[in-house]
Every structure is written in structure tokens, then in C-alpha cells.
């Protein structure tokens, strides 16, 4: 059942995106579409991400088009690491999956956070580029009150809006969004 819905718009590019919340008897689904153009290449992404009942991702399926190659890749939690599609495991102390190409994924760690408490999280950062990678990514999540937190990588800091369920609604410089839930 649709918890909440977003729509965003690309402020680097051309672009725009449009993601689900889905509670399931499980836990929660992620389902997105995600369209933008890159390096004079398009992208039009279908994703949909699974998590555990505390909003700890388990695993991705992206499909569609990557700079004009079909594509399908699909990212599995498992016991000893993560696997990008029939790949070796790896990454195994990440929590998250980061997917580098939609704002969608924020909701996950920024919903396990205590109101008043900073979150350092490894998450499987996914890279579509180069027929698609996964490296890790260390991120801090601080809240900063009225649904606002910062929100830092090694070479990346932002201050991000947010709405009552979660989403982004303001990504300086990448994305602007609006929610709705059902």
C-alpha cells in the first residue's frame, strides 16, 4: 500500500523522477522512475529497492536504458556481502544502498534516525555509469531540526530538506521535489 509519493526535477539537468513508498507485510518497497540526460547520454531508470521492516535496504533491481544501452542490474543483501547481479560478494558491513542517480534512497537512513542523534552509515553506493558499479560509500546523517539534516560524504556535503514521511524535497544544486501520501 503507497504510504507517500515524490516528484522531483533535476536543477544540474534535464531531468525528473518520481518514487513510491510502498509498506508491504515485510517491510517497505522503493518504486521509482527516473529520467535525465548526463554527458550527452540519456537515462531513463526504472528501480524499485527492498527493505527489511526497520528501512534497511536488502536489495535493488534497476532497469532500462544507461547512455543508450539496455540495461538490468539487480543488487542482493547476503550473508557475507553484497552481489551485483552474478558477482562476488562484497561490501558486507554496508547497511544502505545509495543509488547515485535519484534522491529517493535518503528516505532510508534519514527515517532511522533518533530526532536528536547524528547516524554514520555505510551504504552500497550504485554508479550506472560504465555498464553499472558498486563502491562503498561512507555518509553521516545530523538532524537539524524542522525537517532539515545535513548530510555528508568524503567529498560531498548538502543541507537537505525533507518531508514529514522522509523524502527529499530540496537537494541544493540536484534536486527540488514535492510529496504527497494517499
Known amino acids: 500500500m503507497p504510504v507517500a509519493e515524490a516528484n522531483w526535477r533535476r536543477l544540474d539537468t534535464l531531468g525528473e523522477d ?5 509498506a508491504e507485510p515485510s517491510g517497505w518497497m522503493l518504486w521509482g522512475h527516473a529520467r535525465f540526460f548526463e554527458a550527452r547520454f540519456g537515462y531513463a531508470l526504472d528501480y524499485v529497492v ?19 544501452v539496455e540495461v538490468a542490474w539487480k543488487l542482493v543483501k ?3 556481502g553484497w552481489r551485483l547481479n552474478d558477482g562476488a560478494p562484497m561490501l558486507s558491513d554496508c547497511t544502505d544502498i545509495d543509488l547515485a542517480f535519484t534522491p529517493a534512497t535518503n528516505i532510508l537512513p534519514i527515517c532511522r534516525l533518533e530526532p536528536t542523534s547524528r547516524a554514520e552509515v555505510a551504504a552500497v553506493w550504485f554508479l550506472p555509469e560504465g555498464g553499472g558499479q ?29 518531508d514529514p514521511c522522509g523524502f527529499v524535497t530540496h537537494y541544493p544544486g540536484l534536486w527540488e521535489g514535492e510529496t504527497n501520501a494517499p
Open 134 to 162: 558498486i563502491e562503498r560509500l561512507e555518509q553521516s546523517y545530523t538532524p537539524l531540526g524542522a525537517h532539515r539534516y545535513a548530510c555528508a560524504s568524503p567529498e560531498f556535503e548538502a543541507e537537505l530538506t525533507v
Open 50 to 68: 527492498r527493505c527489511n521492516a526497520d528501512r534497511c535496504a536488502t536489495g535493488a533491481d534497476n532497469t532500462g536504458v544507461s547512455g543508450g
Open 18 to 22: 518520481c518514487c513510491r513508498l510502498i
Open 78 to 80: 547476503t550473508p557475507v
